[in-house]
């Protein structure tokens, strides 16, 4: 991952909201995927499933971590996602059908893990090592995520359009 010499930096509201918002992102995911595992719906991917859940529930601790502590920040601090987009792809996977629900899941831990790339470009290598840890981190325990078997076609109609529009997961930061 190469790192731009003169990225564009987080300031500290931006951080709250944020590591805030990743860790609202992922314990929607963790209590998501968790749910698909145990239902019995579809039992050859339950093991994925639940392993991937119990990775995003820990991954919750460490975003939270990064929120500052300060109480002129408290207005920034979400108990939620950082974009409505956000919250309407984790509403669009209550609507994935069991057969698809491997599929869905690569595909939102593709695009977590892309935007996470994304955001550690714009981090500074001093200021932000925490946050670029964590990153590194939550991108490593991401390697070995479903590969979806089938691809989504029509399975889930309205989950490729969420996706697009919770780009990138992290608001604008990103950006």
């Given at each position: ?13 931006e951080?709250a ?11 929607a ?11 019995g ?37 979400l ?37 996470l ?15 670029r840890?964590i ?14 078997g ?26």
């Amino acid at each position: 991952m190469s790192v731009d010499p003169d990225p564009t930096p987080v300031t500290a509201a931006e951080g709250a909201r944020t590591w805030s918002g990743l860790a609202w992102f992922c314990a929607a995911l963790f209590e998501r995927f968790g749910a698909w595992s145990n239902d019995g719906a579809d039992p050859s991917s339950a093991r994925e499933l639940a392993s991937l859940s119990r990775r995003l529930g820990e991954h919750v601790a460490w975003w939270q971590g990064l929120v500052p502590d300060s109480l002129l920040l408290a207005d920034e601090v979400l108990d939620g996602p950082v974009d409505p987009g956000v919250a309407m792809l984790v509403e669009a996977l209550a609507a994935v059908p069991p057969g698809g629900r491997l599929a869905a899941a690569a595909a939102v831990a593709d695009v977590l893990d892309a935007d996470l790339a994304l955001l550690a470009g714009r981090l500074g290598t001093v200021g932000d090592a925490p946050a670029r840890r964590i990153i590194r981190l939550v991108r490593a325990d991401l390697e070995d995520r479903p590969a979806g078997g089938s691809p989504l076609d029509g399975q889930a109609p309205g989950l490729q359009g969420a996706l697009a529009a919770a780009r990138p997961i992290m608001g604008e930061t990103a950006g």
